[in-house]
């Protein structure tokens, strides 16, 4: 005897259903994996900066997520992109293309950068108030997700479709149990 397997075909409303379930998880989803990322790094000494501005490209590009790693002064070579933070004042990122101390015995130094895209250079006597951290990693446009993930509107956003995939997922474990009545977790 042969035994006939029937493929029941999926009808479009159970498709759209599906590709809509998959397309929020993922607007959730690698948002929130990007900033619990940004979050756990600070625990081993690095923070998310972003990046914007032209004056980096092609290396980077307006709205890329910087890892960047704080270092002190003594130890930025020439070469070495650093994001230089100075005490009340905006970040900037750029390449250093010289380095000296401004006397032998104390914390001080002055710093050439240049943005790769600009023609000029930029001079900064960096004191021990200063933050310097040197970019380890980028990703592209991640920045724009990151403002938009720790603003207060995307918080409610992202709160929002996170109910709504909890939601989701009760109604289905509902069906799946042939009842309309609320299921318990287990």
């Known amino acids: 005897m042969s035994s006939t397997l029937i493929i029941e075909k999926p009808n479009t409303a159970d498709i759209v259903r599906q590709v809509l379930l998959w397309v929020l998880v993922v607007v959730v989803l690698v948002?929130?994996?990007?900033?619990?990322?940004?979050?756990?790094?600070?625990?081993?000494?690095?923070?998310?900066?972003?990046?914007?501005?032209?004056?980096?490209?092609?290396?980077?590009?307006?709205?890329?997520?910087?890892?960047?790693?704080?270092?002190?002064a003594h130890d930025i070579k020439v070469g070495d992109i650093?994001?230089?933070?100075?005490?009340?004042?905006?970040?900037i990122t750029h390449r250093v293309v010289k380095i000296e101390p401004v006397c032998?015995?104390?914390?001080?130094?002055?710093?050439?950068?240049?943005?790769?895209?600009?023609?000029?250079?930029e001079d900064w006597e960096v004191t021990s108030d200063w933050t310097l951290a040197l970019v380890v990693v980028h990703i592209p446009y991640a920045g724009y997700v990151f403002d938009f993930c720790t603003s207060?509107?995307?918080?409610?956003?992202?709160?929002?479709?996170?109910a709504t995939l909890f939601v989701i997922y009760?109604?289905?474990?509902?069906?799946?149990?042939?009842s309309n009545k609320p299921v318990s977790a287990q």
Not at 44 to 70: C, H, I
Not at 107 to 118: E, P, Q, R, V
Not at 153 to 159: A, D, E, F, N, S
Not at 170 to 178: D, E, F, S
Request: glycine residues 12%; charged residues 20%; neutral net charge.
């Open 31 to 72: 948002p929130t994996l990007l900033v619990w990322v940004g979050v756990i790094s600070t625990f081993f000494g690095y923070r998310v900066v972003d990046s914007w501005g032209t004056s980096m490209e092609p290396v980077f590009r307006n709205g890329d997520a910087l890892w960047v790693k704080q270092i002190d």
């Open 82 to 91: 650093v994001t230089l933070m100075p005490p009340g004042e905006e970040s």
């Open 104 to 121: 032998n015995h104390c914390d001080s130094y002055f710093l050439t950068t240049k943005g790769d895209a600009n023609n000029f250079t």
């Open 152 to 162: 207060i509107g995307g918080r409610l956003i992202l709160l929002g479709l996170t």
């Open 170 to 178: 009760v109604r289905r474990r509902q069906i799946a149990h042939g």
